[in-house]
Structures are given as C-alpha cells and as structure tokens.
Nanobody, 122 residues
C-alpha cells in the first residue's frame, strides 16, 4: 500500500492550502484516515481524522479553519486549510488505515505517507 501526500507549500498568514492524500495498492477498502503534523522539535500530533462512517474529529486549534474530507471512490482524503497561522507550520503526514483480506478474516493496517511541508509566514 502506498500513501502519497501533495499540496503543501508556502503561504502568508491568512492564506489557504488544500492537502491531498492518495492511497494505492492492494486492499479491500479504506477505514479511518487522518492528517498529522510535526513541527521542528515537537512530537507528531493529530490534526484531523475521518472515520469509515465519515465522522470527523479535529484538533481544537484548527476547528473552524480546517476541513477534512474523504473520497472512497478515489481512495483519497483531503484537508482544506483556511486562515492559516504561522503556528500551523509543520510537515503534514497522511495516515491511512485500510482493510485487508486475511484469507478468512479481515484485518486493519495503517500506513504513513512521506509528508508534505506547509510553511506559513507572518
């Protein structure tokens, strides 16, 4: 399974970016998918997650500014980021949980992308 992010870049504070994450390979279906970020010197943190039932959860500091969405037909997840702030600067990673056929039982496995840099200047 391959997970590839795109859409990062450099913007000024108040600007917008749209991150995309495409999942490919052999699996039965997408399960939960999420966006995480890691700033220099800090631990990786959850930004937003969308479940298999399309329920969403956001980190408090991005609520109202970021929107996560999922397209099962395209095996993709997106995150629209508006009103960006310098503190949003980080490498953003996509995590994809997919369901595999275990030959008699299904199981869930998670995969990470390589990350995409988001830089917000003041």
């Amino acid at each position: 399974v391959q997970v590839v992010e795109s859409g990062g870049g450099s913007v000024q504070a108040g600007g917008s970016l749209r991150l995309s994450c495409a999942v490919s390979g052999s699996f039965l279906s997408l399960h939960e998918m999420g966006w995480y970020r890691q700033a220099p010197g800090k631990e990786r943190e959850l930004v937003a997650v969308v479940t298999s039932t399309l329920s969403t959860t956001y980190k408090d500091s991005v609520k109202g500014r970021f929107t996560i969405s999922k397209d099962n037909a395209k095996n993709a997840v997106y995150m629209e980021m508006n009103s960006l702030k310098p503190e949003d600067t980080a490498v953003y990673y996509c995590n994809a949980e997919v369901k595999h056929d275990g030959g008699g039982y299904d199981y869930i496995a998670g995969y990470w992308g390589q990350g995409t840099q988001v830089t917000v200047s003041s």
